[in-house]
């Protein structure tokens, strides 16, 4: 059972349910992204296996509040500058942000400390902002590396896609928790072990709400059972001895 969920946990962290594209569009680069017809399907399933393993977000299957909640959150965090918007009922046409995705850091071993500052405070703007969908404070729900772009020339990170909404019914310090626990939980497995504590560290420094903070350090516990399978999507298969030694450490000195 546990080997058939963690496949089936690869498979959900994996599957492009969109066709994405680059476009210009009056003079202005655009990423559009158009749902897949086989989506739906797919994203039932996903949203199965987040209940199974007690991941507390949910994908957006419907393509209306799908595109709105895209277009919505894309201009809250970024509609001082960039434009966002449907493109038909299946699309939609993000603007270009400058800079560079913090993955393609990560996998060359080359993210910084000023760049984890910047995602941390990035986060801290984004949770800062209000929505009507939560009637308070806006948490992403996805917020791995691969969805902030760094523009090193201003030393600014900005959040981007907007695919999966945490449950509503959770409360903002809890949705700001899981936000912060899921950076860690790419991170954790992606960098080396010397990299790792003062990475964690200054990217949890940087984000200046010791409260939330407190709340992450709280479940920096690897779980047991079904929810482990997600935490090992999300940390690379990091070894478990390994893995609960780098909790421990960031534990110890939070």
């Known amino acids: 059972m546990s080997r058939f969920l963690a496949a089936a946990g690869s498979l959900v962290d994996r599957i492009k349910i969109n066709a994405v594209s680059r476009e210009m569009r009056d003079g202005r680069p655009m990423w559009i992204k158009r749902r897949r017809r086989v989506a739906a399907p797919i994203m ?4 199965g296996f987040f209940r199974m393993v007690a991941n507390p977000v949910r994908a957006l299957d419907d393509l209306a509040a799908w595109q ?6 894309f201009l809250a965090l970024h ?5 966002a918007f449907a493109d038909g009922p299946r699309a939609v046409a993000a603007e270009e942000v400058p800079g560079v995705n ?17 995602a941390a405070g ?16 806006w948490s992403h729900g996805d917020p791995h590396a691969g969805n902030f772009i760094y523009d090193g020339a201003v030393n600014r990170a900005r959040l981007i896609d907007f695919e999966v909404q945490h449950d509503p019914a959770l409360p903002a310090d809890e949705r700001h928790t899981d936000d912060l626990l899921v950076f860690l939980q790419d991170m954790v497995g992606r960098t ?11 990217f949890l420094a940087a984000y200046e709400r010791p409260e939330i903070v407190a709340r992450v350090r709280a479940k920096l516990l690897a779980p047991r059972g079904i929810a482990r399978v997600w935490w090992a ?3 690379t298969y990091l070894a478990s001895a390994e893995l609960e030694r780098r909790l421990a450490d960031l534990r110890a000195n939070l």
């Open 122 to 137: 990035e986060l801290r703007r984004a949770h800062a902002q209000t929505c009507a969908e939560f009637a308070g404070p």
């Open 192 to 202: 080396s072990r010397e990299l790792w504590l003062p990475s964690a560290l200054a």
């Open 68 to 73: 709105r909640w895209e277009v919505e959150s």
């Open 44 to 47: 039932a399933c996903a949203n």
């Open 233 to 235: 999507v999300r940390t």
């Open 79 to 83: 509609g001082d500058r960039f434009r």
């Open 102 to 118: 913090l993955t393609e850091y990560l996998d060359t071993g080359t993210l910084t400390l000023p760049m984890l500052a910047a």
